[in-house]
């Protein structure tokens, strides 16, 4: 019975410093992490990088096109840009925490149409990001629904 005492004060006694240094999780970094889109047909990574986040496209349910050749993105406008991979593709860029569950600042970008809207964000629960995409105010514009991959 003593070494079970014993076992156990050691055990917390080494985990007492691992507790102090533990990092909190910055206010708004609830949307880290993968998420479907609004058709789950793409899985977007939302990183955080100097305190502003992006997303990536780390997933597709259908990579390939027709030929069976990798899906570009085609509808850029910019026809330099129409050859690159829409798998690893930036869709989401910028977009800084506000207050509470709100997000702001970002542009998001959409390779179905190969448009690039201001972006808004609320994180409506941990499973579920409303993205509201732009032009000028966002009175006029588009919600998008994700939700959590993982």
Known sequence: ????????????????????????????????GVWFNAEKDAKIEITKVDGKFFGK?????????????????????????????RLGLVVLTNLEYDKGINYDGGKIYDPKSGKTYSCQAKLANNNL??????????????TSEWTKAE
Do not use: Y
């Open 1 to 32: 019975m003593k070494n079970i005492i014993l076992t156990l004060c050691l055990l917390s006694i080494m985990l007492i410093p691992a507790l102090a240094f533990a990092q909190k999780a910055a206010p708004g970094d609830a949307i880290l």
């Open 57 to 85: 496209v780390i997933w597709l349910k259908n990579p390939n096109d027709a030929k069976g050749k990798p899906k570009t993105d085609i509808e850029n406008p910019d026809p330099k840009l129409r050859t690159r991979p």
């Open 129 to 142: 990001l409303k993205l509201r995409g732009f032009i000028g105010i966002s009175l006029i514009g588009r």
